[in-house]
């Protein structure tokens, strides 16, 4: 590589700077391809190091190096302590470099499989993908999952680099049978480039300088084919779209939508529509702090102001009115799961995509893939790093494109609702376009006016508790008093309800998880009716008790812990259950080999070891009476 060109000033290195283009790419595979060092090679022999940051990497090699008395390029981007400690990356490490042809942003992504989520990230924003090989390993699992996210993720343009070529001799036949491998593997993956290289990471051979030990292979060196491969992305030929991140409003005569164009162009006096209202209205100017533009593209972050008042929100998308994004409830979509707890359908989550987050279910699990073989196999559940096709139900309608069309639109990320963590990424397959052709028929007679003919507040009594802790008893009391003072009652109970409408279902977590659902749906129906609802479950995960509770209105779900030690519960063992679970008779028993999640905040808490059943129900029939559920 010829050496970095002189500059008579800052402001011509500047200058010489913004005319370059970037190309942002990752480098992926399994554990100990050699990625970081590969990364630390490029960034020492474009000699972008200062003479500090190659005294500490020498200091570095020789406590925590791994290559004898060489230098150890692995250690400039494995900048945490654990990955010095352990040798590994755990994190994305991002780097940026550049020669005389171009700027560089390089993601260095873990090739451990606890950490594929990390990989994920930073393909998500890369447009080339380095799969790194160790030329004695081949291919492997980890370097076959990492392919299949890639092209998941829309990446065209890959280099399969044939890694650590020095340990294997520099053979070529070693090289060629591991290119045909993957080139047999990643034969439908749609690649527009696809070019195998042999290289030595920790002797340079083949990174920057053609090697002598590879006479064999005529092409690119792997500075060669990036400083020179063209990606040019097509986010300006797609349709216009822009997710709106706020609304502008400085003063009373300026309103404008303020968000980043993320793919088309646009132009004042364009037509434009808000996608999810089907508002339409045209682009009256595009403003930004140095002054109004006569287009904006992909990319670009402006503020819109439009020629009507129309509403508009953050989280709606502004669109070309003649070539409109899809707008449904529910959609397929290809599933990355990265979370140790597993995929459950039917357990709310949140989804966010662009600008917008709204609760969402995966309510069915059409298939997962197997990396290897690509192989449909049927899955109930997903779990760490697995990838599925999955049907996706939103509790509102929104806008989104399918993700092969415009991808900016078409990805989303899946969030705990309880934790907070992303759990998931996922690519938008189609609509299912429910929300167009299932509307709500209108009711004349209302919640209320059943109530009131009635004489009560509707209401959902939940109870929840292990197996054994007397729920239903203490629900029995509560609607014999109900009964007795002549009010409309109804009880569900979670052996009952399982000889008819759950009878399909059985005592795996997804299965629970579904069966709350269902039951919770139920419970809405006879709320509805304006009846008071007794709910006995053990229903033992919080993220289905706050689904139930999120499907009620506000003062309709009233959660009732029926406290009791899992000894006091195990001691009574009315059914004989708690004997056969020790004993290996029941699998997936709560408090036994499953978990009980208890309330956190219940309305109400019962101590059944201390208390009465009869007591209990009081205790309730009292808290309703105060609070005007009985009229």
């Known amino acids: 590589m010829s050496a970095q060109p002189e500059f008579s000033s800052f402001s011509d290195y500047l200058a010489a700077q913004e005319g370059k283009s970037l190309l942002r790419f990752l480098t992926c595979g399994s554990v ?162 696809l070019v195998p290289i042999p290289l030595s990471a920790r002797f340079g051979d083949n990174v920057i300088e053609r090697s002598a030990h590879t006479p064999w292979y005529s092409g690119p060196t792997l500075l060669e084919h990036l400083e020179n491969v063209e990606v040019a992305s097509n986010a300006l030929a797609r349709p216009f779209r822009m997710p709106v991140q706020w609304v502008n409003r400085p003063n009373l005569d300026f309103r404008g939508f303020s968000g980043t164009v993320v793919s088309g162009l646009v132009r004042p006096g364009d037509a434009v529509v808000v996608a999810g209202s089907g508002a339409t209205s ?129 990805a989303f990320i899946v969030i705990d609702r309880m934790s907070n963590l992303t759990v998931g990424a996922g690519m938008v397959d189609f609509g299912l376009r429910r929300a167009t052709n299932v509307h709500w028929q209108q009711i004349n007679v209302s919640k209320d006016s059943r109530a009131a003919m009635k004489g009560q507040r509707p209401v959902v009594l939940w109870f929840t508790g292990l197996s054994g802790a007397g729920k239903s008893t203490v629900a029995n009391f509560v609607e014999k008093k109900l009964n007795v003072e002549g009010r409309h009652t109804t009880m569900l109970d979670g052996d009952n309800v399982r000889h008819g409408l759950n009878r399909d279902l059985g005592f795996t977590e997804a299965d629970r998880v579904e069966n709350i659902r269902r039951v919770a749906e139920v419970s809405k129906l006879f709320l509805d009716a304006g009846l008071i609802t007794l709910v006995s479950f053990i229903s033992p995960f919080r993220a289905e008790r706050r689904m139930a509770r999120e499907l009620m209105g506000e003062g309709e779900f009233v959660e009732i812990f029926v406290d009791t030690p899992l000894a006091v519960a195990e001691s009574r063992d009315v059914k004989g259950l708690y004997k056969r679970a020790r004993a290996g008779q029941i699998k997936n028993f709560t408090g036994i080999d499953s978990p009980y999640e208890a309330p956190e905040h219940p309305e109400i808490r019962l101590d059944s070891g201390v208390s009465a059943p009869e007591d209990m129900a009081d205790q309730i029939v009292t808290y309703l009476r105060e609070r005007g559920y009985l009229g």
Not at 72 to 98: K, M, P, S
């Open 32 to 193: 100990d391809d050699g990625k970081s060092t590969l990364i630390g090679r490029l960034l020492y022999d474009t000699k972008l190091l200062f003479e500090d940051q190659l005294a500490s990497l020498s200091a570095d090699s020789r406590k925590h190096g791994t290559v004898g008395d060489d230098l150890d390029f692995a250690l400039l981007v494995d900048g945490l302590a654990a990955e010095r400690e352990q040798g590994i990356t755990i994190d994305v490490a991002y780097r940026f470099f550049a020669t005389d042809k171009r700027k560089f942003i390089v993601a260095d992504t873990p090739g451990h499989e606890q950490y594929t989520r990390n990989m994920a990230t930073g393909a998500s924003n890369s447009d080339l993908a380095v799969i790194l090989v160790d030329a004695r390993q081949g291919i492997l699992t980890q370097t076959r999952r990492h392919s299949y996210i890639v092209k998941l993720l829309g990446l065209r343009h890959v280099v399969l680099a044939v890694n650590k070529i020095d340990l294997v001799g520099f053979s070529q036949a070693r090289f060629d049978e591991i290119v045909k491998t993957y080139a047999d593997f990643a034969a439908d993956f749609g690649f527009e480039t």
């Open 282 to 410: 045209r682009i009256r100017s595009i403003v930004t702090k140095d002054g109004e533009l006569e287009e904006a593209g992909a990319g670009e972050a402006v503020t819109l102001t439009l020629t009507d008042e129309v509403d508009v929100s953050r989280g709606d998308v502004l669109a070309a009115a003649a070539d409109r994004p899809e707008v449904s409830d529910q959609f397929a979509a290809h599933l990355i799961w990265m979370h140790d707890e597993p995929l459950l359908p039917g357990r709310p989550y949140l989804i966010k995509m662009g600008t917008r987050s709204v609760g969402a279910q995966v309510t069915e699990i059409k298939h997962k893939v197997d990396v290897n073989t690509f192989q449909r196999l049927a899955a109930k559940t997903l779990s760490l790093n697995e990838v599925a096709v999955v049907n996706v139900a939103i509790h509102e309608a929104i806008a989104f494109d399918p993700f092969a069309e415009v991808p900016e639109t078409g």
